[in-house]
């Protein structure tokens, strides 16, 4: 089963006990720096690989600094997180950067919190009822009012193991992120390393890299390669959405990248200056914000300087509802439909807000109500688009689902529904639904895969299904379905659990073709009392690699019965001699009538009388065995399967 790979974010006020929490959960110490050791405070987001009891859930942990002075590289951190642990010290409860840090990721949509209060073993019981409630009183109403708290002490590990689990059970709940969409990689690093060349570190937002791929580096379109990836330190061909990735790339100095920077795979991605953008205020501004004010905008690892331009007023004091406006920049960044920011002002220091980006490409409007209803109007969409872009993010949501996100009732969303598949813009899959244009750019996604993977292994019968499965952006039911579907329509095939194209049929690969069917022939020639395996394989001059390819083609096509860990014997030879014993023999057979007809000693005898056994030919009672089927119907069934 293929990983699903998740990045949590450590957020709280300096001193809180982030970077011990995240020690005690994973046991690396994250403050690397040499001033982050002389200051004991975190300066750069640090990052360790949290091991979790289910090895599907690959999670990275990404402990932010808690200073107000690095909070441009806690902005960077928690970019592309799926679930945050706000941190809270028992000893002193919510602080400034607590607070700040809780309206900077609700802006940025982080969704999933767990509240931990660390240094638990320094409070009594009467403290920490008293802690809870502030807690639970300051994020009453807010977005994170419904999130589990626990207790914690980093040193003694009182709580732990509880905030492992509930991470696990957090994490395990979360979709899989989308790993074949366009790539997409916000650098937050950059370093060199002697004899390597440089290197880039990030979060993938989206899709996945190999070693070898071409990428851009974005906002200055500059073209590198891949040379290698790691991840957690631990070479790897290939990284995906969610993973933290350290990427050794060529054609591109250290000097050339900068935190900000983002690579990606294809022209998916706007480079641009100007966003349409609705944007929601924090609850308290200590200052107005006045018209063209300069602003700094940070957006994934990006930091740009800019101005706010306003459509409808020149000041703004407080306000409760959503701002549509324009940011404009003084220097190039990425982003697209969707994409989440924050702003802040640059002198008083302040977070004043975030919000969305309606459009990436935006041109100069004017000063006027009709341009904030034109702003609305393109962030607004009619009930077909807003499904379509629901499934679009999603993937696929059943009923229950749809109507949470919707807000509709019943009937009007069956309505729509039922339109929706009348017009052929969505599909039912498994009791929920997803869009045809999604389907189609699955299915071809996994056709590519299965492509690639019949040219790597010709000699196989296909790729388990499983595995296409979880390759899918989807739960594994509904993935499950899908391919399902895909084999009833002649889209794909499946012989026994193995998924393949259509039109192909495992061979020989053309380079061993010849030196292969030398091989069978001998191989067959031997009839029962056949070498091992390898053997064959050193006289034939076929490397060790293919032998096994080849070993398991004939397994697969039950072309052969398997003796043991070393021998395998064609099926030819084994129905001519099971037929032959089937004429000489009645109702049962003993051993020694067995060998008499095969020929052969104990070795090769015993196993294929069990494999018989096993295939439910033959049946042993007591010291004799038993016919359960005429070895001619049982043998010409397998090239009947074998056929199909």
């Known amino acids: 089963m293929?990983?699903?790979?998740?990045?949590?974010?450590?957020?709280?006020?300096?001193?809180?006990?982030?970077?011990?929490?995240?020690?005690?959960?994973?046991?690396?110490?994250?403050?690397?720096?040499?001033?982050?050791?002389?200051?004991?405070?975190?300066?750069?987001?640090?990052?360790?690989?949290?091991?979790?009891?289910?090895?599907?859930?690959?999670?990275?942990?990404?402990?932010?600094?808690?200073?107000?002075?690095?909070?441009?590289?806690?902005?960077?951190?928690?970019?592309?997180?799926?679930?945050?642990i706000i941190v809270v010290a028992g000893d002193e409860g919510i602080m400034p950067q607590t607070k700040e840090h809780m309206d900077i990721l609700s802006l940025l949509g982080v969704e999933e919190a767990i509240l931990v209060v660390t240094k638990a073993d320094l409070i009594d019981e009467d403290m920490k009822e008293l802690v809870e409630e502030d807690i639970r009183s300051y994020i009453s109403g807010k977005s994170y009012q419904h999130s589990d708290l626990l207790f914690v002490?980093?040193?003694?590990?009182?709580?732990?193991?509880?905030?492992?689990?509930?991470?696990?059970?957090?994490?395990?709940?979360?979709?899989?992120?989308?790993?074949?969409?366009?790539?997409?990689?916000?650098?937050?690093?950059?370093?060199?390393?002697?004899?390597?060349?440089?290197?880039?570190?990030?979060?993938?937002?989206?899709?996945?890299?190999?070693?070898?791929?071409?990428?851009?580096?974005?906002?200055?379109?500059?073209?590198?390669?891949i040379r290698q990836i790691q991840v957690h330190h631990e070479p790897v061909e290939q990284a995906f959405a969610g993973q933290r990735a350290a990427v050794n790339i060529t054609g591109i100095g250290k000097e050339d990248v900068k935190r900000g920077d983002v690579m990606v795979k294809n022209d998916a991605f706007l480079v641009t200056k100007t966003i349409d953008v609705r944007m929601t205020l924090i609850d308290e501004l200590r200052y107005p914000i006045k018209q063209r004010a300069p602003m700094n905008i940070y957006i994934g690892t990006t930091q740009a300087a800019g101005r706010i331009v306003f459509f409808d007023r020149n000041e703004v004091t407080e306000s409760t509802e959503e701002i549509f406006c324009q940011l404009r920049l003084d220097e190039p960044i990425v982003a697209k439909r969707g994409d989440r920011f924050i702003l802040r002002?640059?002198?008083?220091?302040?977070?004043?807000?975030?919000?969305?980006?309606?459009?990436?490409?935006?041109?100069?409007?004017?000063?006027?109500?009709?341009?904030?209803?034109?702003?609305?109007?393109?962030?607004?969409?009619?009930?077909?688009?807003?499904?379509?872009?629901?499934?679009?993010?999603?993937?696929?949501?059943?009923?229950?689902?749809?109507?949470?996100?919707t807000s509709m009732d019943e009937e009007q969303l069956e309505n729509l529904l039922a339109s929706q598949i009348d017009r052929q813009r969505i599909i039912k899959v498994n009791?929920?639904?997803?869009?045809?244009?999604?389907?189609?750019?699955?299915?071809?996604?996994?056709?590519?895969?299965?492509?690639?993977?019949?040219?790597?292994?010709?000699?196989?019968?296909?790729?388990?299904?499983?595995?296409v499965v979880t390759q899918l952006p989807l739960k594994k039911s509904v993935g499950s379905q899908l391919v399902d579907t895909w084999i009833e329509s002649g889209e794909l095939k499946a012989t026994?659990?193995?998924?393949?194209?259509?039109?192909f049929s495992p061979y020989?690969?053309?380079?061993?073709?010849?030196?292969?069917?030398?091989?069978?022939?001998?191989?067959?020639?031997?009839?029962?009392?056949?070498?091992?395996?390898?053997?064959?394989?050193?006289?034939?001059a076929i490397p060790a690699d293919w032998m096994k390819e080849l070993r398991l083609f004939f397994l697969q096509q039950q072309s052969a019965w398997e003796i043991d860990d070393k021998h395998i014997v064609h099926i030819n030879p084994i129905r001519d001699h099971f037929e032959r014993l089937y004429e000489v023999t009645e109702n049962v057979f003993s051993l020694k009538e067995a060998k008499e007809t095969f020929q052969v000693s104990r070795k090769y005898l015993v196993p294929l009388l069990e494999k018989s056994d096993d295939a439910g030919m033959t049946i042993r009672v007591e010291s004799v065995r038993k016919w359960l089927k005429k070895p001619e119907v049982y043998f010409n069934s397998v090239h009947e399967q074998e056929a199909d």
């Not at 019968?461 to 595995?467: D, I, L, Q, T």
């Not at 031997?526 to 394989?537: C, F, M, S, T």
């Open 2 to 84: 293929l990983k699903r790979y998740y990045t949590i974010g450590m957020a709280g006020h300096i001193d809180h006990g982030k970077t011990a929490l995240t020690k005690a959960l994973t046991e690396v110490d994250t403050d690397r720096l040499k001033e982050e050791k002389s200051r004991n405070i975190s300066i750069e987001p640090g990052f360790a690989p949290l091991k979790l009891q289910n090895h599907d859930l690959n999670v990275s942990i990404i402990d932010v600094p808690g200073h107000e002075k690095f909070i441009r590289q806690m902005i960077a951190g928690v970019a592309g997180i799926d679930l945050v």
């Open 496 to 503: 026994g659990p193995f998924v393949a194209l259509p039109e």
């Open 431 to 467: 009791k929920g639904y997803m869009l045809v244009s999604e389907n189609e750019r699955m299915l071809h996604n996994v056709m590519e895969r299965l492509r690639e993977y019949h040219h790597l292994y010709p000699l196989r019968a296909g790729k388990n299904k499983p595995e």
């Open 508 to 540: 020989f690969p053309e380079k061993w073709t010849k030196l292969m069917n030398t091989l069978k022939r001998d191989w067959m020639n031997d009839g029962l009392q056949v070498k091992e395996w390898d053997d064959y394989g050193c006289e034939h």
């Open 345 to 405: 002002r640059p002198t008083p220091v302040e977070t004043i807000g975030g919000g969305v980006v309606i459009d990436p490409n935006a041109g100069k409007h004017k000063f006027s109500y009709e341009t904030i209803e034109m702003l609305k109007e393109k962030s607004r969409t009619t009930p077909e688009e807003f499904l379509e872009n629901l499934l679009q993010t999603y993937k696929w949501l059943n009923i229950q689902q749809l109507l949470k996100e």
């Open 153 to 225: 002490d980093s040193l003694s590990g009182k709580g732990v193991t509880e905030l492992e689990q509930l991470i696990e059970k957090k994490v395990a709940d979360q979709p899989p992120r989308d790993t074949t969409g366009s790539f997409r990689m916000p650098i937050d690093q950059s370093f060199t390393i002697k004899g390597q060349g440089t290197i880039v570190r990030g979060t993938i937002f989206e899709g996945s890299l190999m070693a070898e791929d071409h990428i851009t580096l974005l906002p200055q379109h500059k073209k590198a390669r």
